[in-house]
């Protein structure tokens, strides 16, 4: 009984840390995408957002006026219905073209 105990409380350990960590790195590609959309490289960055963010992650790249919002959305444990998601918003450097509207595409 104790063994089993032992067990299960090390699983949820290691899915609570693997969950924290793959937030962090939702955080991390969400940043990348807005900055480098924001200077007007997309494309780079949805490549350097798909290194960062967890395996099987999606990006969402949205233009709002001024501004680039990049959301990095993945989840971390597989047997369990969690998701965890970054966002980053970035302000659209001055002479850099519009970037790409809406953009539900996965990364």
Known sequence: MALGTLVLVTAAAVAAVATVAAGVRCTDAA???????????????????????????????RLGGQTVVATVRARPVGLLPLAVEGSSVAVTEAGVGAAPPGDAGGG
């Open 31 to 61: 940043r990348e995408l807005a900055r480098l959309a924001a200077r007007g490289d997309a494309d780079q960055g949805r490549i350097a957002a798909a290194a960062l963010a967890p395996g099987g992650a999606e990006t969402e790249l």
